[in-house]
């Protein structure tokens, strides 16, 4: 079996999967019928404001695993309709951003600085869809980016990583995000470890479950589901509603200018904004490749280059700020070219990056038989390995959707302003009970219920103490992988306590790890989701 | 209303806390609450004990906590009023009350049964058997979902009851009648 082989079969996996339907004697396979709902649906949810990729994913988990079960014809369907709605979402945020000046996303909100005033101006179907190219574009190029490296990046870790260096450079991926993400180190460093203790309680290797305080409860640990969904997105309604709670009114529908002249994305405008797209194409790919680093900060990063280069080259055009379409450029690309690029480190590493990466980790494990990390990329040539088969299926979904982005992403992007009118104070409740309800078709008790309620109250604390929740999930994804690592490389190295150390790479990447933390000690970084 | 606890001093608060929270952990509920210590000795055989993951988890909330002191000028750091926590307390209230409707207005509705009629009906039994089945999903969500709405809007209307009767009977619609093996809260537990 050659690289091409997996590649070709990667691709059949997901046209010639179980057949949904047949059109004009072609059959049309579930997974793409399933990237396709799922990008639909991210287009609506990144539209409307109050909802998020993650979240939709999140309460689709459990639907979707009903639906497909645990059987391996299960995965590529319900990661498809994962990794749409995560493009979806992507695209969608900029739509009301640019028509009613309310970002659909967080990381949208510089996309209104120039996307808003062009609607003012009567320009908004050209800003959405220069937002689409730009978006789009962005994506793509992120995508290449992951499928060209991902597979290298593993094969490196395969042949050079062992026990200890693969315990150090969970330790590095953990201070890395604990240091980059949120008001301060320290405020990382404690979500970290707060994520930490509650995956190992109910958990160990001794027949007691440690910290468990001898109850029937607390014995079997935290469910993924309930620590998870519960302070990323439980937490986040909590909050929201609370803001509601205080403004005491509803959200007023805005009202859309009326537009006027012309409306058509011409050469002479690609053209034009092409460069910005690249800059930030590159910018949102770097960002979006480093773990625990979001979307939101890499929007920030392209916009302020996209506005430093067209001040200089370009002094008597409209600024920055006033309405300019490389505003918006500068923008989309970056915060879309994240989306690709964060599933570097899972793919290649095993690491999440952000909270949709997290959640297609879930999807991974609750359906097995595909283990995101360097294990996956295992060229065999007498057998055919599975794993690498999903993961070119995986590839061949996300340019499958990229396609749906450039054919349809457009039209659809802009019928979804009208999610803008959804009022919050409808929305949010029932959120909040459609995510607690997903939580208990999954566990079947109640007090599954209580501990999501428990970990919603602990996100909207940390939230509310300017700490972010992300450094808490993924230390509670990784913690278990952290200590089974450890102790096989505490027992492969004959019991030597230092292993971290006296192995070069090791000691390198705790080095590194050190040296991020001390460097993030200097200065608070940016709040990054 | 007391404004919240800003900046340097909220953020004074949570770092000694975390020290605090990181110490009994470490010197009394890690040791106390785990079936090995940090390192475990079997026959010459040296291995990593249960207690060494969660006390190493304690130590970084303690050097979190530390790390915070020096930083505890930042800007832009939150904090927590009582404005915030008066809201926590009547949303957790506000869900107890949902879950409690939830959680026994399906077995009340089938002890109400039995009083007027001959049989004797289990709610165990019935619990994935319509009606009854949705009972308490369907008062306990809109319990839920119209006290919220009422909540935030600071009246009770028509309209939010009517919006949370939507949103439960969609909720059902889209968990409970395509799949079999799904159980709506709180036919789980019963």
């Given amino acids: 079996m050659g690289v091409g082989d997996y590649i070709w079969m990667g691709i059949l996996a997901v046209f010639q999967g179980p057949e949904a339907f047949s059109l004009f004697g072609i059959g049309i396979s579930i997974t793409v019928l399933m990237v396709l709902a799922g990008f639909l649906l991210g287009i ?14 999140a309460i689709s988990l459990p639907i979707l695993i009903s639906a497909f079960g645990f059987s391996p014809d299960a995965l590529l369907p319900v990661m498809g309709f994962l990794i749409g709605v995560m493009k979806g979402a992507t695209v969608g945020g900029a739509v009301p951003a640019i028509l009613f000046n309310t970002p659909g996303t967080p990381d949208a909100y510089m996309t209104t600085l120039d996307g808003y005033p062009m609607t003012r101006a009567g320009q908004a179907r050209k800003a959405l869809k220069l937002a689409h190219v730009s978006s789009a574009s962005g994506d793509t190029f992120s995508d290449i980016v992951l499928i060209l490296c991902a597979p290298f990046l593993a094969v490196l870790v395969e042949a050079y990583l062992d026990l200890p260096e693969k315990t150090a450079l969970l330790i590095l991926s953990l201070a890395f995000i604990s240091s980059v993400i949120g008001g301060s180190v320290g405020k990382g460093l404690i979500s970290m470890g707060l994520g930490l203790l509650a995956v190992y309680i109910g958990t160990g290797e001794e027949f007691y479950p440690r910290l468990s305080f001898g109850t029937q409860a607390l014995a079997q640990g935290f469910p993924v589901a309930t620590a998870v969904l519960g302070v990323l997105i439980l937490g986040e309604v909590f909050r929201a509603l609370e803001d509601l709670w205080h403004e005491r009114r509803a959200t007023a529908a805005a009202a859309e200018p009326a537009q006027t002249g012309d409306q058509h994305l011409h050469w002479a405008d690609i053209r034009r904004i092409a460069p910005y797209i690249a800059r930030s194409a590159v910018i949102g790919t770097v960002i979006g490749a480093l773990p625990g680093i979001g979307s939101t900060l890499a929007a920030t990063l392209g916009y302020s280059s996209g506005a430093r280069r067209h001040a200089r080259k370009r002094p008597q055009a409209v600024q920055f700020g006033e309405g300019a379409p490389e505003g918006i450029a500068a923008t989309e690309a970056a915060n879309s070219s994240v989306s690709g690029a964060n599933l570097i480190p899972v793919l290649s590493l095993g ?53 749906m982005n450039w054919t349809i992403g457009g039209a659809f992007m802009r019928m979804a302003g009208v999610m803008v009118r959804v009022p919050k104070p409808i929305l949010l409740p029932a959120v909040l009970l459609l995510t607690l309800t997903a939580i208990y078709v999954q566990e079947g008790r109640m007090l599954a219920i209580w501990f999501a309620i428990g970990f919603g109250v602990l996100g909207y604390l940390m939230r509310r103490v300017g700490m972010s929740p992300l450094p808490f999930v993924i230390a ?15 027992a492969a190295t004959g019991g030597d306590a230092w292993f971290l150390f006296t192995h070069p790479i090791a000691a390198l990447f705790m080095a590194l790890a050190v040296l991020f933390v001390a460097l993030s000690l200097r200065k608070p970084s940016e709040a990054q989701r | 209303m007391r404004p919240p606890e800003t900046g340097s001093r909220a953020n004074l608060y949570l770092a000694l806390g975390a020290i605090g929270v990181a110490l009994v952990l470490a010197l009394v509920w890690v040791p106390l609450d785990s079936g090995s210590g940090l390192i475990v000795k079997v026959r010459r055989q040296v291995t990593i004990g249960d207690a060494l993951a969660p006390t190493l988890a304690a130590g970084m909330i303690a050097i979190g906590g530390l790390l915070l002191l020096f930083q505890r000028g930042a800007e832009g750091q939150g904090g927590l009023s009582r404005a915030n926590l008066a809201f926590l307390l009547r949303f957790l209230l506000l869900c107890a009350a949902g879950f409690a409707i939830m959680r026994w207005a399906g077995p009340l509705a089938v002890a109400g049964a039995n009083l007027v009629s001959d049989e004797t009906l289990s709610y165990r039994t019935l619990r994935d058997t319509a009606p009854w089945k949705y009972i308490g999903f369907f008062l306990g969500g809109t319990f839920l979902i119209a006290g919220m709405i009422v909540q935030i809007e600071g009246r009770l209307s028509r309209r939010a009851v009517v919006i949370a009767v939507l949103a439960v009977a969609a909720l059902i619609a889209l968990y409970d009648l395509p799949f079999d093996d799904l159980l709506l809260p709180p036919n789980g537990d019963v």
């Fill in chain 1, 44 to 57: 609506i949810v990144g539209a409307t404001p109050g909802l998020a990729g993650p979240m939709a994913m």
């Fill in chain 1, 351 to 403: 690491i999440p990056g952000n909270a949709a990466a997290v959640f297609l980790i879930l999807a991974a494990e609750s359906i097995g038989g595909f283990n995101p990390g360097p294990g996956v990329f295992k060229f065999t040539a007498e057998t055919v390995n599975p794993e690498l088969v999903a993961a070119f299926g995986l590839f061949t979904m996300m340019m499958l959707a990229n396609a």
């Fill in chain 1, 476 to 490: 509670f994804i990784l913690g278990g992988k952290l200590e089974d690592t450890a102790r096989q490389a505490f």
